[in-house]
C-alpha cells in the first residue's frame, strides 16, 4: 500500500511539471491516470518505500541531477566536436566496469547515466555479478579498474548514497 501511495505522489508531481500551468480538466486527469498508475503497478516500482522517508536522499538526488547535466553538455561537446573534426582517432570497443550498486532502480540509473556520459552505450547489465559492459567510443584502456574508474565512479558514489 505505501509504494502504490508513494508512486501516486511521484506521478502527480511528474505530471504537474509536465503540464504547468495547470487547469481544473488538467489536474484531475493527472490524478486520475496517476491512481491508475499507482494501482496497476504500485508493487512493481516502488519496493522499497521506507527509503522514501530520509530527506538526505533528495540532496543526493538534486547533486546527482547536476552532475548528470553537466555530463551530459559534455558528451554532447565531445561528440559535436569528433563531428566536426574527423581526424580525430576513434578506438571503440565494448568493456567490462564493476559497480557496488545492488538495488535494481540504481542500476537502471546507472546504466542510463553512462549511455548519456561521453561516447559510452551501456550493451548489457549483469546485476548477479555487479558488472555492466559498455561500448565506449573511444576505449581508453581494457582493463576493468581503470575503466571502472573512468566510466562508473562518478555517478556511482552519488547512487549508492540515493538508492543503498
Same mark, same amino acid.
Given at each position: 500500500? $505505501? =509504494? =502504490?501511495?508513494?508512486?501516486?505522489?511521484?506521478?502527480?508531481?511528474?505530471?504537474? %511539471?509536465?503540464?504547468?500551468?495547470l487547469?481544473?480538466?488538467?489536474?484531475? =486527469?493527472?490524478?486520475?491516470? !496517476?491512481?491508475? /498508475?499507482?494501482a496497476?503497478? %504500485?508493487?512493481?516500482f516502488?519496493?522499497?518505500? *521506507?527509503?522514501?522517508? *530520509?530527506v538526505?536522499?533528495?540532496?543526493?538526488?538534486?547533486?546527482?541531477?547536476?552532475?548528470?547535466?553537466?555530463e551530459?553538455? $559534455?558528451? @554532447?561537446i565531445d561528440?559535436?566536436?569528433?563531428?566536426? *573534426?574527423?581526424?580525430?582517432?576513434? @578506438?571503440? %570497443?565494448?568493456?567490462?566496469? $564493476?559497480?557496488?550498486?545492488?538495488?535494481?532502480?540504481?542500476?537502471?540509473?546507472?546504466? @542510463? !547515466?553512462?549511455?548519456?556520459?561521453?561516447?559510452?552505450?551501456t550493451?548489457?547489465?549483469?546485476?548477479?555479478?555487479?558488472?555492466?559492459?559498455? *561500448?565506449?567510443?573511444?576505449v581508453? =584502456?581494457? @582493463?576493468?579498474?581503470?575503466?571502472?574508474?573512468?566510466?562508473?565512479? $562518478?555517478?556511482?558514489? /552519488?547512487?549508492?548514497?540515493?538508492f543503498?
Amino acid at each position: 500500500m $505505501k =509504494s =502504490s501511495v508513494l508512486l501516486f505522489i511521484c506521478c502527480v508531481v511528474i505530471w504537474l %511539471g509536465l503540464n504547468w500551468p495547470l487547469t481544473a480538466g488538467s489536474l484531475l =486527469s493527472g490524478v486520475i491516470v !496517476s491512481i491508475i /498508475v499507482a494501482a496497476l503497478t %504500485g508493487d512493481m516500482f516502488v519496493t522499497r518505500p *521506507h527509503i522514501a522517508a *530520509h530527506v538526505r536522499r533528495y540532496f543526493w538526488l538534486a547533486y546527482y541531477i547536476v552532475l548528470l547535466a553537466v555530463e551530459v553538455v $559534455k558528451a @554532447n561537446i565531445d561528440i559535436v566536436f569528433r563531428v566536426v *573534426h574527423p581526424d580525430i582517432p576513434v @578506438n571503440p %570497443g565494448i568493456v567490462r566496469v $564493476k559497480t557496488t550498486i545492488k538495488s535494481e532502480t540504481g542500476l537502471t540509473l546507472l546504466a @542510463n !547515466s553512462i549511455t548519456c556520459s561521453t561516447g559510452t552505450c551501456t550493451v548489457d547489465v549483469d546485476a548477479g555479478n555487479g558488472e555492466v559492459y559498455v *561500448h565506449w567510443l573511444d576505449v581508453k =584502456s581494457q @582493463n576493468t579498474e581503470a575503466a571502472t574508474e573512468l566510466i562508473v565512479k $562518478k555517478f556511482e558514489k /552519488v547512487l549508492q548514497r540515493i538508492f543503498d
